[in-house]
């Protein structure tokens, strides 16, 4: 898999967006008392914390240490651990699994599932949204376009995400035994505040598109998308992404 640098406090200030859009997901979710709910990809624990304040048992589980070390100081009394989904090893211990704005970092989605499966109990359901089809599609355009027009290679390989169809992630769930529920993909213009909202982002996520770029060359591509971007998608005071998330509910050994 390859290694993301993730960057705690930034994330928690500047792109509680990611948590905040979430908090529906677990409306889907709707834990109950005394249920054991495992958050794959937890980030900073906001999501755990929500569903455990609804009396649900968590554990959070992300790959990047720093986020778990940011959780585990907000919410001490959740269980959190670093953990790579594709090395999760529970068996029929949960009695749902959740994930918010993780699944699309995975390079290993086979494994990833069939972990997941195994995790849940039977009659267990896995709820979770990821970036779908289309995601961002603007920001990665005007990427490429601001590197070809600075005469910077652009190179595919350090792409680091995974953005399916419904079609293509429904067949992997059914690879792996799931009933699927309900899967769909739905737009979600998303706010990056401020004049800086646009080169904030692309700080904190650009970082393996970029890798091969000093940090002069990793400004003029931010400077370039800006230009690039600006005229749709800046409002003023704020700019907008073009989020497409895909979101399913599907259970073990068939829907309850
Ligand atoms: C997302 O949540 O869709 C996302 C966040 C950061 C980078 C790429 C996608």
């Given at each position: 898999m390859m290694k993301t640098k993730w960057n705690a406090s930034l994330s928690d200030h500047k792109h509680d967006f990611v948590s905040k859009f979430g908090e529906s997901l677990v409306e889907v979710l709707a834990p109950q008392e005394n249920e054991k709910i495992l958050d794959v990809?937890?980030?900073?624990g906001d999501l755990a914390h929500e569903i455990a304040a609804r009396g649900a048992i968590v554990l959070g589980t992300d790959f990047s240490q720093d986020m778990i070390l940011a959780a585990q100081q907000k919410y001490p009394e959740i269980e959190f651990k670093t953990q790579d989904a594709a090395a999760l090893d529970f068996t029929d211990q949960y009695d749902a699994v959740f994930s918010n704005a993780?699944?699309?970092?995975?390079?290993?989605q086979d494994t990833v599932i069939h972990n997941i499966y195994n995790a849940l109990k039977s009659g267990g359901r896995f709820v979770a949204e990821m970036g779908g089809q289309g995601n961002i599609a603007s920001i990665v355009g005007a990427l490429q376009q601001s590197m070809f027009a600075l005469n910077f290679p652009y190179i595919e390989?350090?792409?680091?995400w995974y953005f399916p169809s419904v079609e293509e992630y429904q067949t992997r769930l059914e690879n792996a035994g799931f009933t699927v529920e309900r899967i769909y993909l739905f737009e979600r213009p998303t706010p990056l505040q401020g004049e800086d909202g646009l080169r904030n982002w692309l700080k904190m996520f650009s970082h393996n598109i970029l890798q091969h770029l000093s940090a002069v060359e990793k400004e003029q591509v931010y400077a370039k998308c800006e230009e690039l971007l600006k005229p749709t998608y800046y409002r003023g005071d704020e700019w907008i992404a073009d989020y497409c998330r895909l979101r399913f509910v599907a259970y073990k050994d068939g829907v309850k």
């Open positions: 990809g937890c980030g900073t993780a699944l699309h970092w995975m390079k290993q390989d350090y792409f680091p």
